[in-house]
Every structure is written in C-alpha cells, then in structure tokens.
C-alpha cells in the first residue's frame, strides 16, 4: 500500500476536516482486519508542512463506546483511531499516535526488537513538540455511550516531537513506512480497520506496514 502525501500551508486543527488544505488530499480507506462484525465505513487523509503532518479520520458509528479515559491512557482498550510512522527502517523504532471520539490522546514512541515492544511517553510535551488535536461527533452528543452516526478525528504531528527517529524532517519525494487503524468497540469481539492489511493479532507488525510519499 502507498499514498502520496500532498505538502500544504500549515492550518488550524478544528476537527471538522474543513480546512482548506484538505482539498488536496485522497481519502484512503480503511478495511476490516481480523475479527469483529461491525461494518462501518472508516477513512483517512494526510498531508504535511514544513512543521509537521496532519491527519483526518471520518468513522461511520453507531454508539460511543468509550469512558473517559484521560490522556496517555489505554486508548485502544476503547473506540479509538491510531497512527504508526516508522520514518527510518534502519531503527527499531517508530511513533504511535491515538486519539478517542472524546478526544483523549497516547503519543508514543515504541522500541521494537523482533516482534518485542513497548511504549515510551514523549517528554517535554508542551510547545512546538506538542500534538494539536480535536474530534467532532455527528448524530448524537459528544459523550461516553452515546448513540451517534459518526465522528471525526483531526490532528496535528509536530516533526519536532519525532526528533530523533531519523528521516525527520522528511524531504520532498522521500518515504516513509506507516499505517492508520482503527479499533470500534461496539460488539464483541471488537472490530479492527487497517489501512495496510495486517496479519496475526496486533497492529505492531511494522514489516506489513505501508508507505507514505512526500511530495
């Protein structure tokens, strides 16, 4: 799998994908992994700055089925949507992002050593190394159970949050390796998406990653 990021202006996250700058870009879906038997259509956009990437996720639902879990919580334990960015394939390292319809937030950075790995939480989290974020609910009220037709997540990277994992920042025409996922607990079990198909029960399989081009 691949896509080409378009490189736009830097904008306001809002959380209702208005932005301008979002014309530019392709919806990528998301298809079911796994098992699971919701059926809810889910898509994804990204493009960069100079200062950083942004993504757009649109998720059909049907109810909010998540608490509220503060921020560096156990997100995927809930509704939730993920990025991993793997920039430099030389390093056993890559970043994960997630954000609930609530719009609570885990960045981490993960060491993964042959299929062994763990997060660790960014510090010095404020500024400019500070992920911008807001989600927006259709339906139904922004609130833990609530019945809803969909919601959105919209949010900011900063390169300099990434510091350190290499290719950073990326230049026009390199790639990088990533996924985008999403983890919907409306049913038991609970349903997975992934952008670049993924086998074996964890989102954590870097090598089945896809690419992403700077444009």
């Known amino acids: 799998m691949q896509f080409v990021l378009p490189r736009v202006d830097d904008f306001e996250v809002t959380g209702d994908g208005c932005a301008t700058a979002w014309k530019k870009a392709e919806w990528q879906t998301l298809r079911r992994v796994w098992s699971g038997s919701a059926t809810y259509g889910t898509r994804a956009k990204a493009v960069y700055s100079a200062t950083g990437i942004y993504f757009l996720f649109d998720c059909e639902d049907r109810k909010l089925a998540c ?21 430099d394939e030389r390093q056993p390292l890559y970043f994960e992002y997630e954000i609930s319809p609530l719009g609570a937030e885990l960045p981490i950075v993960v060491p993964n050593c042959r299929g062994v790995f763990h997060g660790w939480l960014p510090w ?29 997540a919209e949010f900011f990277l900063p390169f300099a949050l990434l510091q350190g994992l290499g290719n950073t920042p990326p230049t026009p025409g390199m790639s990088w390796r990533g996924n985008m996922y999403r983890i919907d607990y409306d049913q038991t079990p609970e349903s997975h998406w992934a952008w670049s198909p993924v086998t074996g029960k964890t989102f954590h399989k870097p090598d089945e990653f896809g690419t992403l081009v700077f444009g």
């Open 67 to 87: 608490t509220a879990l503060k921020d560096f919580g156990d997100l995927y334990l809930e509704d939730v949507v993920e990025v991993f960015l793997w920039p």
């Open 124 to 152: 010095h989290y404020t500024g400019p190394r500070q992920a911008r974020r807001a989600t927006e609910v259709r339906g139904g009220p922004k609130l833990s159970g609530a019945a809803v037709s969909g919601w959105n």
